[in-house]
């Protein structure tokens, strides 16, 4: 279960979303994004998205367990 390990689950995220052809970087680290995503658009332009990948043993989480003002 990757819940238990999550250098694990962040490796296979990272990976996900190299399979779906974003360059994917791990970065991982308490307080730390722990993936760095690059979209290449062409002709010079891209975007990026980080993504902070969680695990939980108890198959949810609670609203509070979420950082909604970094998201913002």
Known sequence: MLS???QRFERAV???FAFLGFDAE??????KTDVLLEA???????????????????GAFLDHQIDWVTLR
């Not at 290449?40 to 108890?58: C, F, H, M, Q």
């Open 4 to 6: 238990t390990d999550p």
């Open 14 to 16: 990272r990976d996900a």
């Open 26 to 31: 791990l970065l991982g680290g308490s307080g």
């Open 40 to 58: 290449p658009l062409g002709r010079d332009e891209s975007y990026r998205v980080a993504v902070d990948a969680k695990t939980s043993g108890k």
